[in-house]
């Protein structure tokens, strides 16, 4: 059951953004403007709290660390891989669409797997299937099908499975 407070004050940080947000555009700090920004900044969470996703939970901080620094390395090495394969020979790229099936059911476990594959350089996050279920990702480097079916399982056992555990 939600709270009082979270009925009529679903985005406090939002609330607040808004709030300054309206008192900076106006160049104004005159009460009458803190008094409509005041308002605005209620209304407008309040008004779209049925729009909202349903919030996301964190069950693992460590895993989600761990998944970072991954991530951090992922990106490094994958730099690497690229700038060897842009400046050798012309043979050493060739692109390929793959179709990763996914497993996550958090809405923002699904984004977060979305933008990993983009930050990580020699793949693109292309498009989400309409049921959520299947992401898009341009390879750079994808010859022949047991490299596409290596990019799958290297995106799920290296993204996935973790931010399953960490969403879950």
Do not use: C
Not at 46 to 72: D, N
Not at 135 to 158: E, F, G, N, S, Y
């Amino acid at each position: 059951e939600m709270s009082v407070r979270s009925r009529l004050l679903p985005s406090p940080l939002t609330s607040a953004a808004l709030l300054l947000a309206w008192v900076m555009l106006n160049e104004s700090a005159s009460p009458g403007q803190w008094l409509l920004g005041a308002l605005l900044a209620l209304a407008i969470p309040w008004l779209l709290a049925p729009l909202r996703p349903t919030r996301s939970r964190l069950r693992s901080w460590p895993v989600l660390l761990r998944l970072f620094v991954v991530v951090l390395w992922d990106i490094v090495r994958s730099n690497l891989d690229i700038a060897r394969r842009v400046l050798g020979r012309d043979a050493a790229i060739q692109p390929r669409f793959v179709w990763v099936p996914i497993d996550l059911q958090d809405p923002l476990a699904i984004v977060l797997l979305a933008g990993i594959v983009t930050t990580t350089p020699g793949t693109i996050s292309a498009e989400l299937s309409d049921d959520h279920r299947w992401l898009l990702v341009h390879a750079l480097h994808a010859p022949d099908d047991a490299a596409a079916a290596a990019i799958v399982a290297d995106i799920k056992a290296r993204y996935e499975v973790p931010l399953a555990e960490v969403f879950g």
